[in-house]
């Protein structure tokens, strides 16, 4: 096992999905870290780095899982990592994959600024958390694990490329009574 980069500064990660998604199996599969990990439930006190956003590949896209997606957009959370976990029970098929991930980009044009990664797991067997799944060859993408290291901190607000947002008071939004967003000019 490679050291933990403790040069790279914390990442705070939220975890996302239901209560049978497997979140706190990918969570125990994620303590080999390499990398200096806070992980917390949603919602986070403070505005995480990332957000994994777990989906039940037997499921899909849910609405639950929707809700999840625009939560963290509204939060300003927009490095989004979806894990379709699960595929062991759907057998480790690529086209189970690609239905969710279809469903996945369609939301995505919803949310923008936002930065979505797909990758199939199975966190109960490890598969494409910490290391490559010899089970799913179909997949030629990066590890849980591997994604997470290569987010740079401080968070999204540092990135040139994404909207200039600051939190507004108003009416709570319909999903969350959490943060707004607004572009500032």
């Known amino acids: 096992m490679r050291e933990i980069a403790l040069y790279k500064p914390l990442l705070r990660v939220a975890a996302a999905g239901g209560v049978d998604d497997g979140r706190s199996t990918l969570i125990g599969r994620l303590l080999t870290a390499r990398r200096r990990l806070l992980i917390t439930g949603v919602p986070a006190h403070e505005s995480p780095d990332a957000e994994i956003i777990l989906v039940d590949a037997r499921l899909g896209l849910t609405r ?6 625009h939560i963290a957009w509204q939060m300003r959370i927009r490095r989004l990592i979806v894990a379709v976990n ?20 369609a939301l995505a044009d919803q949310l923008p600024g936002s930065r979505f ?27 849980l ?22 939190p507004r008071c108003s009416s709570p939004p319909p999903l969350h009574a959490g943060l707004c967003c607004r572009a500032v000019s």
């Open 86 to 105: 699960k595929m062991d029970l759907v057998r480790y098929e690529q086209p189970v994959f690609e239905r969710i991930q279809a469903a996945w980009n």
């Open 64 to 69: 639950q899982s929707r809700r999840h997606a």
């Open 117 to 143: 990664h797909l990758l199939p797991v199975s966190a109960l067997n490890g598969d494409n958390v910490v290391e490559p799944s010899k089970r799913m060859p179909w997949y030629g993408g990066m590890t």
């Open 145 to 166: 694990l591997e994604l997470l290291e290569t987010i740079d901190t401080p968070s999204w607000c540092t990135d040139t490329n994404a909207p200039s947002c600051t």
